[in-house]
């Protein structure tokens, strides 16, 4: 299970910490993400972490503005946006490929998934 936290509205320049927490399965050795999707736009993956060594992986449109962290101790991933901008505004889920890298990839082939926090900028 995958429990998103920490969207909401924010003024273009502000920041916010999203938060993602993991239950039910091992969290180790897992690559963690963050996708998000636009009213009427495809989704779009944000950038994504392996749990194992640490490697994070960036969308060349949020690079230098957003950085993707966990907490092993608290099996939770974060995703730090600053910087924000209007079209930032999405819906973000957080995802997961069990028992996988993430094949260097912001956006891997995810096999789970969050119900999704609304950040509006």
């Known amino acids: 299970q995958l429990v998103e936290s920490g969207g909401g509205s924010v003024q273009a320049g502000g920041s916010l910490r999203l938060s993602c927490a993991v239950s039910g399965y091992t969290y180790s050795n897992n690559c963690m993400g963050w996708v998000r999707q636009a009213p009427g736009k495809e989704r779009e993956g944000v950038a994504a972490?392996?749990?194992?060594?640490?490697?994070?992986y960036y969308a060349d449109s949020v690079k230098g503005r957003f950085t993707i962290s966990q907490d092993n101790a608290k099996n939770t991933v974060y995703l730090q946006m600053n910087s924000l901008k209007p079209e930032d505004s999405a819906m973000y889920y957080c995802?997961?490929?069990?028992?996988?890298?993430?094949?260097?990839?912001?956006?891997?082939?995810?096999?789970?998934w969050g119900q999704g926090t609304q950040v509006t900028v």
């Open positions: 972490l392996f749990t194992g060594g640490g490697n994070t």
């Open positions: 995802a997961a490929v069990t028992n996988n890298g993430c094949g260097g990839s912001w956006y891997p082939s995810y096999n789970y």
